[in-house]
Nanobody, 117 residues
Framework: QVQLVESGGGLVQPGGSLRLSCAAS????????MRWYRQAPGKEREWVAS????????VRRESLRDRFTISRDNMKNTVYLEMKDLKPEDTAVYYC??????????WGQGTQVTVSS
């Protein structure tokens, strides 16, 4: 069955960096596009970045393009989100998402990122 496990979150000071990981299994990962989303307390979940199966086509939220990078390692069935120059407004639970060809959505448990002094 589909399984997505995010990791790499934590407490970081403003201006710091983190790399999040999403370990995937149970579906054809190498041919599947993946997305990162985040949700801050009291806010709607928002899309962060997308990457295609081959890893040679990415799209990032415009406001994050200078600071966030999505990538993947298909040999490890893992998608990454590299974040730099983190700001307090980046504080959120970060999720990776897979959508099957039939339209079913699968989410990991999320990993908490807290940016605070």
């Amino acid at each position: 069955q589909v399984q997505l496990v995010e990791s790499g979150g934590g407490l970081v000071q403003p201006g710091g960096s983190l790399r999040l990981s999403c370990a995937a299994s149970g579906f054809p990962f190498t041919s599947s596009g993946m997305r990162w989303y985040r949700q801050a307390p009291g806010k709607e979940r928002e899309w962060v970045a997308s990457i295609n199966g081959a890893g040679d086509d990415t799209v990032r939220r415009e406001s994050l393009r200078d600071r966030f990078t999505i990538s993947r390692d298909n040999m490890k069935n893992t998608v990454y989100l590299e974040m730099k120059d983190l700001k307090p407004e980046d504080t959120a639970v970060y999720y990776c998402r897979y959508r099957s060809v039939s339209g079913s959505e699968y989410w990991g448990q999320g990993t908490q990122v807290t940016v605070s002094s």
